[in-house]
């Protein structure tokens, strides 16, 4: 079974500009999330998807950050602009159900690490 | 508000140690709790799943338990390996199936 896949891997950017990540969660999956984490910190959940709706996005800068499900299936978490405080690995995740339940694992991607400069 | 908290931030041992990671958080009010392990520059990998009705659960070395009632669990790894080495997260699942993270514990076990 593919695991869930991300991309880029690795991004820098100066502040001000924008930029765009990639999730691909695992097939069959209905619920995606999207976290930050800061170094030396845990991951802070920015929004979740459950199919191509929002369950929780209250920790989402929305002046700064929007995220979209498009299908159900692959989601995009764009940043425009970017400040400094920004540079985080932005991990992407996917369960089996997960809102209304809460009883299912969560799979995490790989990450994207960005460097705001 | 939900806090999760994990003890201790670092720890070394020599292999072949038994050891406990700790983990504590505020609210008793949660629907699972999940074990993670981050290695360095890589995401993060599920450990252990415990349901809220579970008092343990077990894979391989590893044990993890919870106290719901006390805010507690604990994962237990039995005769450490230097590929053990990496973070620890503790994670609480919420209603919603979202997971509230602790900072983790930087395991390093020396041979």
């Known amino acids: 079974e593919a695991g869930v896949a991300q991309s880029p891997r690795y991004k820098i950017i100066e502040k001000r500009q924008s930029v765009a990540f990639w999730c691909n969660p695992i097939s069959g999956h209905a619920t995606l999330y999207w976290y930050q984490q800061i170094l030396g910190q845990g991951p802070k959940l920015l929004i979740q998807f459950q199919n191509n709706g929002v369950v929780d996005d209250s920790q989402l800068p929305k002046d700064r950050f929007s995220a979209e499900r498009l299908k159900g299936v692959d989601s995009t978490l764009k940043i425009q602009p970017a400040k400094l405080e920004d540079s985080a690995v932005y991990l992407c995740a996917s369960s089996l159900v997960g809102a209304g339940t809460g009883s299912y694992e969560q799979y995490f991607g790989p990450g994207t690490r960005l460097t705001v400069t | 508000k939900q806090e999760v908290t994990q003890i201790p931030a670092a720890l070394s041992v020599p292999e072949g140690e038994n050891l406990v990671l700790n983990c504590s958080f505020t609210d008793s009010a949660i629907y699972n709790l999940q074990w993670f392990r981050q290695d360095p520059g890589k995401g993060l990998t599920s450990l252990l799943l415990i349901q809220s009705s579970q008092r343990e659960q077990t894979s391989g070395r590893l044990n993890a338990s919870l106290d719901k009632s006390s805010g507690r669990s604990t994962l237990y790894i039995a005769a450490s390996q230097p590929g053990d080495s990496a973070t620890y997260l503790c994670?609480?699942?919420?209603?919603?199936?979202?997971?509230?993270f602790g900072k983790g514990t930087k395991l390093s076990v020396k041979p």
């Open positions: 994670a609480v699942g919420g209603s919603q199936g979202n997971l509230i």
